[in-house]
């Protein structure tokens, strides 16, 4: 069997589809009956936990509004400063952990 692979959302749904509907029934067993027999996942509540936050993530903006009119200011009024020795250490920090 070959098929095309586009990468859409479409063909994704339709081979789950079919990996959840290939469980042969065995004899006496109607095809419904097979489809319902199918394995079940049960989370932690750990697993439940980090749902839940990432439900809670999503809906959570990624730019903070206060903090960019702060900056906004403090560069409009000459007062922002940068600190190059707190730089190049998170940089070494951010390269220690990328090297394990």
Same mark, same amino acid.
């Given at each position: 069997?070959?098929? *095309?692979?586009?990468?859409?959302?479409? +063909?994704?749904?339709?081979?789950?589809?079919?990996? =959840? @509907?290939?469980? =042969? +029934?065995?004899?006496?067993?109607? *095809?419904? #009956?097979? =489809?319902? +027999? &199918? !394995?079940? =996942? %049960?989370?932690?509540?750990?697993?439940?936990? /980090?749902?839940?936050?990432?439900?809670? /993530?999503? @809906?959570?903006?990624?730019? !903070?509004?206060? %903090?960019? #009119? &702060?900056?906004?200011?403090?560069?409009? @009024?000459?007062?922002?400063?940068? @600190?190059?020795?707190?730089?190049?250490?998170?940089? /070494?920090?951010? !390269?220690?952990? /990328?090297?394990?």
């Amino acid at each position: 069997m070959s098929q *095309k692979i586009d990468g859409g959302i479409a +063909a994704a749904a339709q081979m789950r589809s079919i990996a =959840v @509907n290939t469980r =042969v +029934a065995p004899a006496g067993e109607s *095809k419904a #009956q097979a =489809v319902q +027999a &199918a !394995d079940s =996942v %049960r989370l932690t509540g750990e697993a439940t936990q /980090l749902q839940a936050m990432q439900r809670e /993530l999503s @809906n959570a903006s990624a730019i !903070d509004p206060a %903090r960019v #009119q &702060a900056v906004r200011q403090a560069l409009e @009024n000459g007062s922002y400063r940068i @600190n190059p020795d707190a730089i190049a250490s998170r940089m /070494l920090d951010l !390269d220690r952990q /990328l090297q394990g």
